[in-house]
């Protein structure tokens, strides 16, 4: 299954993966109001050697140059604070849900990231909504205390075939909305599936980046 990992395996070498995950969410209306929304990912193990606070996932936003294939730029097509595409250097990525600790990650099990205003504010309502995910060190850009630490998590994906049969596994986001009335309104939750669910890594002891997976 993919992983989602940031590691030092000694010396200078770096390995940073970054997730992807692209859900088609035109079925929303342009005038529904979002309440509410979360990613679930369905985490089969976990590491977490590097336990100083800063090893937790938090979801992401995203822009890929596509929505169905991967290129080496969009290792960078992560929104910075300062707000702009790509992610700057020296730059935090902007955070657009509630981090969760992977000390508190449940393996065996979906696990929820609930969304912030400004990650609902990125859900499109006419298109495909582009999120993504990476750990903590990554997300603040700070080192890693040690020479050999390893934080990570595999979980299934869109594009994994032994997901358990068919989409039971596969990353979900949950979003709650309702339709505005003159006099009331009604409340309901769809779930979308993701359609693109990638990693991409690099290595600070190269040049290059290399994609991992491609979407389906």
Same mark, same amino acid.
């Given at each position: 299954?993919?992983?989602?990992?940031?590691?030092?395996?000694?010396?200078?070498?770096?390995?940073?993966?970054?997730?992807?995950?692209?859900?088609?969410?035109?079925?929303?209306?342009?005038?529904?109001?979002?309440?509410?929304?979360?990613?679930?990912?369905?985490?089969?193990?976990?590491?977490?050697?590097?336990? /100083?606070?800063?090893?937790?996932?938090?979801?992401?936003?995203?822009?890929?140059?596509?929505?169905?294939?991967?290129?080496?730029?969009?290792?960078?097509?992560?929104?910075?604070?300062?707000?702009n595409f790509p992610l700057g250097a020296d730059i935090d990525m902007?955070?657009?849900?509630?981090?969760?600790?992977?000390?508190?990650?449940?393996?065996?099990?979906?696990?929820?990231?609930?969304?912030?205003?400004?990650?609902?504010?990125?859900?499109?309502?006419?298109?495909?909504?582009?999120?993504?995910?990476?750990?903590?060190?990554?997300?603040?850009?700070?080192?890693?205390?040690?020479?050999?630490?390893?934080?990570?998590?595999?979980?299934?994906?869109?594009?994994?075939?032994?997901?358990?049969?068919?989409? /039971?596994?596969?990353?979900?986001?949950?979003?709650?909305?309702?339709?505005?009335?003159?006099?009331?309104?009604?409340?309901?939750?769809?779930?979308?599936?993701?359609?693109?669910?990638?990693?991409?890594?690099?290595?600070?002891?190269?040049?290059?980046?290399?994609?991992?997976?491609?979407?389906?």
């Amino acid at each position: 299954a993919p992983g989602l990992s940031s590691d030092q395996g000694g010396g200078d070498r770096i390995r940073i993966d970054r997730l992807l995950m692209l859900f088609n969410t035109a079925t929303l209306s342009d005038t529904t109001v979002v309440s509410a929304a979360e990613i679930d990912l369905f985490v089969i193990a976990k590491t977490n050697t590097t336990n /100083d606070g800063d090893d937790f996932l938090v979801v992401l936003e995203t822009n890929p140059a596509s929505n169905v294939a991967l290129v080496v730029a969009d290792y960078d097509q992560f929104r910075g604070t300062d707000t702009n595409f790509p992610l700057g250097a020296d730059i935090d990525m902007q955070e657009q849900s509630s981090r969760i600790d992977l000390g508190s990650i449940t393996t065996g099990a979906y696990n929820a990231w609930s969304f912030n205003a400004t990650g609902i504010s990125h859900i499109s309502k006419t298109g495909v909504s582009k999120f993504g995910m990476s750990e903590g060190h990554d997300v603040l850009d700070n080192d890693y205390p040690g020479s050999t630490d390893a934080n990570s998590i595999d979980m299934y994906t869109a594009d994994d075939a032994t997901g358990g049969g068919g989409t /039971d596994r596969d990353p979900k986001l949950v979003v709650t909305h309702a339709e505005p009335t003159s006099s009331s309104s009604s409340t309901s939750t769809s779930t979308t599936t993701s359609s693109s669910t990638s990693t991409t890594s690099t290595s600070t002891s190269t040049t290059s980046s290399s994609t991992t997976s491609t979407s389906t």
